[in-house]
């Protein structure tokens, strides 16, 4: 739901508001209570709800660990740097 940003030219109060697009503007000042409550021009804002697929989770199912390298099973030895290990 997007978030507006209102002012009163009455009193000076300043808020944000979440509303629904379809939302009618609020005209009544919460401090004053004069009808000069006004949305203002400032950057869009909007908040996410519910469950769904965001940037930071993984798009594939599986959830299981990455493979172990060649180098971690090397033996406990030479630990895989050795000329013996290298590809």
């Not at 503007?25 to 469950?51: E, I």
């Not at 965001?54 to 172990?68: E, L, V």
């Not at 180098?71 to 895989?80: E, K, R, W």
Request: net charge positive; proline share 7%.
């Amino acid at each position: 739901m997007p978030i507006y940003e209102y002012r009163c030219n009455s009193c000076g109060f300043q808020k944000e508001h979440i509303q629904k697009m379809s939302d009618e503007p609020l005209k009544t000042c919460p401090s004053c209570n004069a009808d000069t409550y006004q949305k203002q021009l400032s950057a869009a804002g909007f908040q996410l709800k519910g469950t769904g697929w965001y940037a930071t989770d993984f798009k594939g199912g599986s959830s299981s660990a990455p493979k172990p390298s060649e180098a971690s099973a090397a033996p406990a030895g030479c630990g895989g740097a050795c000329a013996c290990h290298s590809s």
